[in-house]
């Protein structure tokens, strides 16, 4: 059964630091691009960080400088590090897979066909 797990979600304060992994099960992260998403109440979900299978990455310019994506072979996850993070991060954080060896840059929903459930991130003081 192919599926995707967030994790490392929670309640930080203004300036904390989170990593959320998607962990994947039933496929191979490695031969396909990996995006994380989010969205706030009412607002529509947004790409913010991608990763090609050629080692490329992407970054909204409101987590460039801020958010990390990296890969873990070993562990088929894919993490995004967030620092300095704001209240304006709040939202729920998703990660998905694309098809594999898709061409993508920066992610866009319609370009991701595996979605995890995700996790929900909370800044404030």
């Known amino acids: 059964q192919v599926q995707l797990v967030e994790s490392g979600g929670g309640l930080v304060q203004p300036g904390s630091s989170l990593r959320l992994s998607c962990a994947a099960s039933g496929f191979t992260l490695d031969d396909r691009p990996i995006g994380w998403f989010r969205q706030a109440p009412g607002k529509e979900r947004e790409g913010i960080s991608s990763t090609t299978t050629e080692g490329l990455t992407y970054y909204s310019g409101s987590v460039k400088g801020r958010f990390t994506i990296s890969r873990d072979t070993a562990k088929n996850t894919v993490y995004l590090q967030m620092n300095t993070l704001e209240p304006e991060d709040t939202a729920v954080y998703y990660c998905?897979?694309?098809?594999?060896?898709?061409?993508?840059?920066?992610?866009?929903?319609?370009?991701?066909?595996?979605w995890g459930q995700g996790t929900q991130v909370t800044v404030s003081a």
């Open positions: 998905a897979a694309a098809a594999p060896r898709a061409r993508v840059g920066m992610p866009r929903v319609q370009d991701y066909i595996f």
